[in-house]
Nanobody, 126 residues
Framework: QVELVESGGGLVQAGGSLKLSCAAS????????MGWHRQAPGKERELVAL???????YSPSSMKGRFTISRDNARNTVWLQMNSLKPEDTAVYYC????????????????????WGQGTQVTVAS
């Protein structure tokens, strides 16, 4: 069983900043990648940024420059620093983790799974 605890959402004025955090926990799991997606009303969920266990980060070009993802592997925690926020950034932000079952940090040979958090609302006022 995996649990993702998200925090840091809220209301901010345009041009402001927010930092989201997401902590993953679970018995005998190893996290291979964590990321953030967002979904605005009436729109499809879209990727904001993801980061792998070796620290490689990826963001779509539309997200680069204002959003920075970072990760603490020891704590299975990922952060999303959001700067220069715009009203169009208003959305529910979802944490996502890809994981596999492991023992002593080594895969036990099963598949990789994906798990989603419940989301945190970010509202940017103009």
């Amino acid at each position: 069983q995996v649990e993702l605890v998200e925090s840091g959402g809220g209301l901010v004025q345009a041009g402001g900043s927010l930092k989201l955090s997401c902590a993953a926990s679970g018995d005998t799991i190893c996290i291979s990648a964590m990321g953030w997606h967002r979904q605005a009303p009436g729109k499809e969920r879209e990727l904001v940024a993801l980061i792998t266990d070796d620290g490689s980060a990826y963001s779509p070009s539309s997200m680069k420059g204002r959003f920075t993802i970072s990760r603490d592997n020891a704590r299975n925690t990922v952060w999303l620093q959001m700067n220069s926020l715009k009203p169009e950034d208003t959305a529910v932000y979802y944490c996502n983790a890809r994981y596999y079952y492991c023992s002593g940090g080594v895969s036990v040979g099963g598949p990789e799974y994906e798990y989603w958090g419940q989301g945190t609302q970010v509202t940017v006022a103009s």
